[in-house]
């Protein structure tokens, strides 16, 4: 692997590989959803946001929950959380993560004490932006989640899951 990333060392076979790679060390977020505020750093990412607001269902299927995903490599990574395996160990306290993405989301949210993602509506801040982004749901009238039971509409993936749960027993 000829090319290597600057900041962290990682190496690719490809420069275009080495590129898309780098976008996990930038703020920018070039690519914004036109049915949300949502944006993402890559267009890829983008497309399969996009897909949600399609009402198109991924291809890929988990069999244990019946969970879908547009890329296979994301259902792969998604049948570990079945496993019960946690390989990931926090060096600060006694947690274990069966990704290493949720090790690091653990460790910054936690252990620093960083919250460097200003609301810039009301000015809380959070120690991601994936929890930013999240909260900045409560300031706009985006409800792009609709129960197909009952109609209801959500803010966010999760608050439907919940409603569809402990409403309808789904």
Do not use: M, W
């Amino acid at each position: 692997k000829n090319y290597r990333c600057q900041q962290c060392d990682k190496r690719f076979d490809r420069p275009s590989h080495l590129k898309r790679h780098q976008l996990v060390h930038s703020d920018t977020r070039a690519h914004q959803c036109s049915s949300c505020s949502k944006s993402f750093k890559a267009l890829g990412n983008l497309q399969q946001h996009q897909a949600l607001h399609t009402g198109i269902r991924p291809a890929y299927q988990c069999q244990q929950c019946d969970k879908r995903f547009g890329l296979l490599s994301n259902l792969k990574q998604h049948q570990l959380v079945h496993t019960g395996i946690k390989a990931h160990h926090c060096p600060t306290c006694s947690r274990s993560f069966g990704q290493k993405s949720a090790l690091k989301r653990h460790q910054k949210s936690v252990h620093t004490g960083i919250r460097a993602h200003l609301c810039t509506v009301c000015s809380k801040a959070f120690a991601t932006k994936c929890d930013l982004g999240q909260h900045q749901t409560v300031h706009s009238d985006s409800r792009p989640f609709q129960c197909s039971t009952c109609e209801q509409t959500f803010t966010l993936k999760r608050y439907l899951k919940k409603h569809l749960q402990r409403i309808h027993q789904q």
